[in-house]
């Protein structure tokens, strides 16, 4: 079991820094949202705020991407979201078509480039 | 398809349950996060966590983006603080999330704690997915029926997870670059195809735009203030088209 999971230093760090950060957000939702009507103005905003926060998450990631992401230029991976989008909207409004181009471009290019 | 709202079978609990698990067949996102899964089980390999921790970490997390930043952060050599910082700001777009789908499953019934684990399994594609499949569900399922998707999607990303996490070795760099980017094309793309109001148009975009403006201001919490910068502006857009 130990070996499974890691000793309990690997699982204090996902409770503290993994599972309480994300879940404390969704237990205030509950608590929040339960008093709020469909429909309602309130609901409209935090709509609003919470597209636009994944709007930057969705930034953040190519801007300052993680891991392997990071080797590949910068250029590249606004031109692959580029390219999604033309992808989108040639396909009407296909979430598969957008993956796909986007994909197409980065790894297209990478390879290209070396 | 699901069957019409006046259907019988929308009258068992079970059943509807069962449809919700279906539905993960019927749509793209399955792909893309069994496909993203696959890389966080690599990435949880490649910075030295175990299987068994990765597994937890999808069940008990369930945000990628989270678990992106949770292990890159780590791996990175920061602190627990500093990554369990990082990883609360990401999630705070969770906050909006919940508040915005109780209502679509609220009955006059339901009491907070049918809906812990609704709450627990909303993340973008659950939240996504809600705006697209629950007006087809009859009201007093619709808790039934994401709990349904929900585990649908937990099983899919689990089994990404463990593959992920066995293929890390054999990944090449090219690929897990690809993999690495389906995560923003996916949440684009699928919030994009669901922003039918034009306050939902204004935010993705003002919030993609301000988010370098404001990853200037070194903060910590950047994304949280793009997010509400944007997010407000879009509402007020909407007033004003409302009052004109």
Redesign the interface.
Known sequence: MS????DWH?????V???????????????????G????SEL???????????????????????????A??PAML?YA??VA??LG?MAAR?S??A??MS??IV??GG??WLG | MLPPLSSPQWRSTLRSYGWGFRSVTDTVMSLVLFATYLGIGALAHDSHFSLGWALAATLLVWAGPAQIILISTLGSGATIIQAAIAVTVSAIRLFPMVVSVMPMMRTPETKRRHLILVAHLTAVTLWVECFRFLPQVPRDRRIAFIHGLGSGLVVICMTATAAGFGLAAKLPPLLAAGILMLTPLAFLFSTARNSRELSDIVALILGLLLFPLAAMLDTGVDILISGVVAGSIAYGVHRYRARA
Do not use: H, Y
């Open positions: 070996e499974f999971i890691g690997a699982l204090v760090i996902l503290v820094a993994g599972v309480i950060p994300n879940q404390i957000w969704r237990m205030l939702g509950l608590w929040f949202g339960g709020i009507d469909d429909g609901l409209i905003w935090v709509r609003a705020v919470a597209t636009a926060i994944l709007a930057g998450v969705i930034a953040e990631i190519v801007v300052q991407p993680p891991g392997a992401l080797s590949v991976r692959s979201v999604g989008f989108f409004k979430i598969f957008g993956v986007g994909e980065l790894l990478k390879w």
